[in-house]
């Protein structure tokens, strides 16, 4: 594996809900479930956009 820092760069732990859209960070893996609304459809945030 690479260094942590990187990976963590490329894409910060953010999972984005397909329900309600709300951001739910993970130091690791996937959430179980979305943390606002309970929904289990959670995709990954593939990039960090430009703030
Ligand atoms: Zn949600």
New binding site residues.
């Given amino acids: 594996m690479g260094f942590p820092e990187a990976e963590a760069r490329l894409f910060h732990g953010v999972w984005i ?6 951001r ?1 960070r993970s130091a690791k893996g996937k959430p179980e ?7 289990k ?2 995709r990954l945030k593939a990039k960090e956009q430009r703030k």
Avoid: H, T
């Fill in positions: 809900c397909m329900s309600c859209g709300a739910n479930k979305c943390r606002r609304c309970g929904s459809r959670l």
